[in-house]
């Protein structure tokens, strides 16, 4: 799908306008993929434009980039600022900001010590990720990324080949979105989405050790189902408790909660789950501002 353009971009501490955030084409992250990035999302909410959880992105955007050894020169503190001002800039009510730290223009090959890093906001509108509808599953022949060879709680930007591969796998094969398995045969993700499942009441997702992203919806979901009071665990799943579930959803700041209606043209039991759909109502409602109590995860745009 094609981006729909902002207006600005803010590029190494300055906004600038959309087509002038360039870099050189031998740029390090460009052919190493020597980056880290997040996804986050503003929201409307009856105060204004808000970002959800803004604070866990951010941190998470630093742990990767130590993790990786990609020198981040800004701060959170000025993060935080750069990503409101962007926002009210390109004056959305609703959003998806995509923050980047990669290695930039300056040397080649691998020693990445003589490369320095640069630094891209940017925003846009991008309603439905996934398609705004359940979702047919592929459980991908690629296996998720081992977690000793790329820490899977680093989000960089070389390791989304391997869910780049799996996706173009499943959208060829007529399906909406690959299942990866870890190298043991368990359950690690989706491309770009943790999965869930749910048999005889209880909410089950596979941990970071099944080479899953640390997945900040996952934290959202699991928090909303304990104070629903539904009984939580997280632990390896066989792909086979995916085929048994009751439901199985998908959850990530792009596509949202997501029910799953098939998993290798296996169908379950429902198009939507109930629990599903109350999580995905619930989701709604926290981060469009409608439950009090989960205000604590909304960054207003407008009041800083
Ligand atoms: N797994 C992968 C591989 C992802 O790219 C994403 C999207 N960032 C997720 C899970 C979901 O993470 P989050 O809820 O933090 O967006």
């Not at 031998?26 to 999302?41: F, K, P, Q, S």
């Not at 691998?110 to 509808?133: C, N």
């Not at 941990?207 to 009984?231: H, K």
Request: charged fraction near 20%; include cysteine; charge should be negative.
């Amino acid at each position: 799908m094609a981006i729909p353009e902002a207006s600005t971009i803010w590029f190494n501490g300055a906004l600038v306008p959309w087509h002038e955030a360039q870099v050189h084409v031998l740029t390090h992250g460009l052919h190493y993929g020597t980056g880290v990035l997040e996804g986050t999302r503003v929201f409307p909410t009856p105060e204004g434009p808000a970002v959800f959880r803004l604070p866990e992105h951010l941190r998470r955007l630093e742990r990767s980039a130590r993790m990786l050894r990609i020198p981040l020169p800004h701060s959170v503190a000025e993060l935080t600022g750069a990503t409101l001002e962007l926002v009210r800039a390109n004056g959305h009510q609703s959003c998806y900001v995509r923050h980047f730290a990669f290695l930039g223009y300056g040397s080649m090959g691998l020693d990445m010590r003589h490369s320095p890093t640069d630094t891209v906001i940017a925003s846009w509108e991008w309603p439905d990720y996934l398609g705004g509808r359940a979702l047919r599953l592929m459980t991908s022949s690629w296996r998720r990324n081992d977690p000793n060879a790329v820490p899977p709680a680093a989000k960089g930007t070389g390791p989304y080949l391997n869910s780049a591969l799996a996706r173009r796998e499943a959208t060829d094969a007529g399906y909406d979105e690959a299942l990866l398995l870890a190298s043991d045969g368990s359950v690690s993700e989706c491309s770009s989405e943790n999965v869930f499942a749910v048999r005889d009441g209880v909410l089950r997702t596979p941990p970071a050790s099944a080479g899953a992203l640390e997945g900040i919806t996952q934290d959202t979901v699991l928090t909303l189902a304990r104070d629903l009071g539904v009984p939580v665990r997280v632990e390896n799943l066989l792909r086979s408790d995916l085929y048994a579930a009751d439901e199985v959803f998908v959850c990530g700041t792009a596509a949202g909660v997501v029910p799953v209606a098939s998993l290798d043209g296996r169908e379950l039991p429902s198009e939507e789950g109930e629990l599903t759909k109350r999580l995905a109502e619930l989701y709604r409602a926290a981060t469009t501002g409608g439950e009090p109590r989960y205000r604590r995860w909304l960054t207003p745009v407008h009041s800083s």
